[in-house]
């Protein structure tokens, strides 16, 4: 087991710290496990002057799996577009062809009253969002900014998808329904937009290779409405890029635990990169505060995905449901009767619930 | 004043013949009204082949306001894009230049038990969003399908913004801003999209001239889950066509009734369409079951917006939260203890309670 570890920048470092802990304790001396760390995002600037160095680049492709932290540092706005450090992670998701971005999206019944949703609306929540990543108006071209015809200035991007884009993302798609409870509903904007007029007949056809799964559509408006009016109607979404931006942070929010939330991006073979859900958190970095579960869930997530693990990933998924059964929480998710942990506390925690 | 009356498709008619009943209730023997009827939607194609005919176009030309009921059937994919019932709104919006959607989101407290949100989060709620509605990637070309340099089938929309498009849509924001609680949030993908880039820098510039408003910035993808976590946060939101799309039926659900919700697109001066935000309900049309309040309350829109006429809004306003006081409720907002009434009973009431 290969693994790249990029912490990133914030918050990154404390949570990678404990999925690491908790990846050491669940291989243990069972397999070689080779960890190389990277530095990527403002940590990338520093150390090579590029948020995605050549040499960070250069130890993803050697890995089998990459655990990422978070990338991307306030106020970057005077700095050129691909060399912000948020823009890393787009420009390895690109150069690594992450086209697959697996954001799962489910209540611990021990965090319910967490979600701004009323109970009934979200209890048992268990939906899983697939988010089209390399394609789509991120990366379309062209791209960039001039004057039109009028003199005026303006600005453009692409929002395009060939065929075998949504054809890969929609196979992906049905088999994960298939592994789940069966129900697809495919999101677009076909009453508007060509590109997804074509994501639609695309996704279409291929459902016809899985009879098995009910495919419905549903257009992006509506499909945020029904997120938040019932969202225990879906089973698996499959979307674009950016619509699939947009709705995995809100069906996300529907838990009202963000910082709890793992996510996946694959490749087409086994290879992927998983991270958490939030963010770099600035304010709270390195005073011990965060929550590492999210990312303690994603490592779950590689040990399924990339590592065909599943024992292990449940190891450590049952026991980051058991110190939320014990009442452990990090500040984010603290309730009163409970018992407040910091990062490493709640690390050490997992791994001895394990 | 003089008014073309659209009712469009499905429950269009039945809830566009309540609003006017209340027009003519309110403006009385007061001023001369003239009323004239176009056909929109599938009632264009079956009276002119065209979902928008040349008739209906000359009319809205000749008309001060449009009072719009809903457009569109289920099934017209065969039919070619243009053509389609729901695109006549597309037609209309460009062709009359009405670039300023102004959606409301706001909670009646009768109602304020069908969120699915809980209490706390949305009582009190009384949010506006300002869409931009002639722009991005609706209209923008080059638009299409073909095939691309790798012989595979693709398909492609152009998300393009002008400065002079941002410009003006912005004006309009900070003037809503000014006459509400001076917050503007305006949201973007600044952090991806060279277009959105494009839109913060002069969003940022027209702001100078209003030093009064506070304006914050969101990534799309925040304000999804900021809407959600907490909406009260938020006064009035400016954004692009299609995050507001999305964004404006997200916030719509927010309130749990979405039966309610009118909208105004307006052009450069005082010239706008009204419309609820509701859609064709296929399923009850002919029925007098739909809820008239939201066309009523984008009549009363139209009586503050277009005509300057802000005591007969309210007067209207004020009459639809008496009824509602009074517990008559259409089938869709219905709750125990409440009188059931129909299309046509609602109406009235609303005419009885001026
Ligand atoms: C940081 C940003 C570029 C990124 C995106 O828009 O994809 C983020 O929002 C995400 O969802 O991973
Ligand atoms: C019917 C459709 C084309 C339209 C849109 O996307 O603008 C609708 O969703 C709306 O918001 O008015």
Redesign the interface.
Known sequence: MKIAVMPGDGIGHEVTAQAVKVLKAVVGHTQPLELVEAAIGQAGIDAAGDPLPAATSEIARKADAILFGSAGMPGD?AIP?MM?P??SL?RLRKELGLFANFRPAFLFPELLGAS???PE?VEGLDLMILRELTGD??F?EP???GI?A?G?????????????EIERVAHVAFRTARSRQRRLCSVD???????M??WREVVTRVGRDYPDVELTHLF???A??Q????PKQFDVIVTGN??G??????A???T?S?GMLPSASLAAGSFGLYEPVHGTAPDIAGKNLANPLASILSLAMMLRLSFDQPDNAERVERAVRRVLADGLRTGDIYQSGCTRVGTEEMGAAVVAAM
């Not at 005026?152 to 075998?164: D, G, I, K, L, Q």
């Not at 904007?189 to 590109?195: G, H, R, S």
């Not at 997120?227 to 019932?230: G, P, Y």
């Not at 931006?245 to 809100?250: F, V, Y």
């Open positions: 706005e577009f912000r948020g823009a787009l701004t949703l009323k609306v108006v991120y379309g791209r960039g900014s039109n009028m005026e200035r303006e600005a453009f991007n692409t929002m395009r998808y060939s065929e075998p904007k076909a009453n508007v937009l060509e590109v007029q074509l992006v408006d509506a945020a409405m997120l938040m009016r019932a950016i619509f931006d947009i709705l995995s942070d809100a996300a929010m529907l009202g963000i």
